[in-house]
């Protein structure tokens, strides 16, 4: 099979640790194996990238799997070409499964060019999505405490939405205010 990448590198990516097999494809054919294990924090994803250049590796696949890729590409993303698979696309053939045994398969699947990317948006997008996430988050648990304060007045029999429309607005407030104080 063709070797399309000869300075490739797939990442097993877990929760607490990311498995990187390096394969470097000689002129006579022969690969070179590097195999490193690195922890998820920020220091060590660092290193993962130095060692990367080191070898000078130019592409490098991982896995989706949960939220777990998002760091190490972040990190990755300005020096190397990234693909990330869908998981379900690059599973390695039955039998016994390590991490060494993963990485080495994604690897080899990279070097020949047989990982099929996901889109992942720009770096702008992401942070913006992720922002907007967020500002959605906050609106919905804004609206509970709205409701939370509404079922509370109702249950105590003040019936504050028979005088005002909105029991947040700044009569409603006022009117709130005025109770707590007797």
Known sequence: MQVLYSRCCGLDVHQKTVVACVMITQPNG???????TFATTTAALLDLADWLASL????????????????????????????????????????RKTDVRDCEWIADLLRHGLI????????????LRDLMRYRKSLVYQHTQQINRLHKILETANIKLTSVVSDVWGKSGQSMIKAIIQG
């Open 30 to 36: 022969k690969v070179d194996k590097s195999i490193r």
């Open 56 to 95: 000078q590796v130019s592409h490098v696949a991982m896995e989706s799997t949960g939220v777990f890729w998002r760091p190490i590409y972040n990190v990755l993303e300005d020096q190397f070409e990234l693909i990330l698979a869908n998981a379900h696309e690059i599973k390695a053939l039955p039998g």
């Open 116 to 127: 099929r990317p996901s889109f992942i948006p720009t770096k702008p997008v992401r942070v």
